[in-house]
């Protein structure tokens, strides 16, 4: 059985950081592409952040690019969503993906994933 878990998420104020974690068990092979969405309250999922395993190329939503960062280290765990600069905006569950057969296209369309995690809170006070 395929989980991912996800850590990290709490309440910070504007302009300050989190990392959050994500860490994935029975998966049989490598991912082709691992990603982080978010659902805010009233809203649609939304993309975040994505990583081509093999290449590390990394794809990121206008709305996050230059604040937030996604990587792995040399192991299948974890992967890492590093955010600075937070905003009362990025309020939000942030979920975790993986894709084993993500194509470039579908990096950022929440169709392209085959498992997901429960989510972890972000909370950012004004």
């Known amino acids: 059985q395929v989980q991912l878990v996800e850590s990290g998420g709490g309440l910070v104020q504007a302009g300050g950081s989190l990392r959050l974690s994500c860490t994935t068990s029975g998966l049989t092979g490598s991912p082709r592409y691992m990603a982080w969405f978010r659902r805010a309250p009233g809203k649609e999922r939304e993309f975040v952040a994505a990583?081509?395993?093999?290449?590390?190329?990394?794809y990121y939503a206008d709305s996050v690019k230059g604040r937030f960062t996604i990587s792995r280290d040399h192991t299948r765990n974890p992967v890492f969503l590093q955010m600075n600069n937070l905003k009362p905006e990025d309020t939000a569950v942030y979920l975790c993906?993986?894709?084993?057969?993500?194509?470039?296209?579908?990096?950022?369309?929440?169709?392209?994933?085959?498992?997901w995690g429960q989510g972890t809170q972000v909370t950012v006070s004004s």
């Open positions: 990583l081509n395993w093999g290449s590390r190329a990394t």
């Open positions: 993906a993986a894709g084993l057969t993500t194509i470039l296209s579908m990096a950022s369309n929440s169709r392209g994933y085959n498992y």
